[in-house]
């Protein structure tokens, strides 16, 4: 005996695996995507990310801005080429602070010193937009802190259960003053 229904007739079709194995699972590409986001994540924070983000941008503007066309351009000859120079110098800081964190305050300077030069070399500091970005970049290079290590259960103001060994022990105040 068969369950099949006769051939032209349309029943309902059982299949014999369950519906969560019938389509291709998409898990591990998921799992896979999550696991490499969190691993940037954790990368990103070991580093002034946004800072380096912020000063390649910059460097990028005043560094294609004496490229534009001549119509939309302030500076032509050995300004342009001084502009792109110092476009080139700022992408490096960028590249120094975001692959060498402990070199952030020397690139962060430099930067921001970059950044303001760009003003008279690149047409007004890539219209502006390039040294503000510059600037912010450098600055928040500069004033970036590595993250400080997980703190410990009891915090600062934890008192152990007796005094150490060769601790001094405070007297005891009693009423206004002390003993």
């Given at each position: 005996m068969t369950t099949d229904p006769p051939p032209g007739q349309a029943g309902p079709t059982v299949s014999?695996?369950?519906?969560?194995?019938?389509?291709p699972s998409r898990e591990p590409d998921r799992g896979r995507a999550h696991r490499a986001r969190r691993a940037f994540r954790s990368w990103r924070r070991t580093r002034p990310f946004w800072a380096a983000l912020?000063?390649?941008?910059?460097?990028?503007v005043v560094f294609f801005?004496?490229?534009?066309?001549?119509?939309?351009i302030l500076q032509v000859g050995v300004g342009g080429i001084a502009g792109m120079a110092g476009g080139v110098v700022i992408m490096a800081m960028?590249?120094?602070?975001?692959?060498?964190?402990?070199?952030?305050?020397?690139?962060?300077?430099?930067?921001?010193?970059?950044?303001?030069a760009s003003f008279p070399l690149s047409n007004l500091g890539g219209l502006f937009v390039g040294m503000v970005l510059s600037v912010?970049?450098?600055?928040?290079?500069f004033a970036w802190l590595p993250e400080k290590p997980a703190r410990r259960h009891g915090g600062l103001l934890r008192r152990s259960r007796g005094p150490a060994a060769?601790?001094?022990v405070p007297p005891a105040s009693v009423g206004s003053g002390s003993v």
């Amino acid at each position: 005996m068969t369950t099949d229904p006769p051939p032209g007739q349309a029943g309902p079709t059982v299949s014999a695996e369950p519906a969560e194995l019938a389509e291709p699972s998409r898990e591990p590409d998921r799992g896979r995507a999550h696991r490499a986001r969190r691993a940037f994540r954790s990368w990103r924070r070991t580093r002034p990310f946004w800072a380096a983000l912020w000063t390649g941008t910059g460097g990028f503007v005043v560094f294609f801005l004496p490229m534009a066309p001549l119509g939309k351009i302030l500076q032509v000859g050995v300004g342009g080429i001084a502009g792109m120079a110092g476009g080139v110098v700022i992408m490096a800081m960028a590249l120094l602070v975001l692959l060498l964190p402990s070199q952030r305050h020397t690139a962060g300077v430099i930067a921001v010193i970059a950044g303001v030069a760009s003003f008279p070399l690149s047409n007004l500091g890539g219209l502006f937009v390039g040294m503000v970005l510059s600037v912010l970049g450098g600055s928040m290079a500069f004033a970036w802190l590595p993250e400080k290590p997980a703190r410990r259960h009891g915090g600062l103001l934890r008192r152990s259960r007796g005094p150490a060994a060769g601790t001094p022990v405070p007297p005891a105040s009693v009423g206004s003053g002390s003993v």
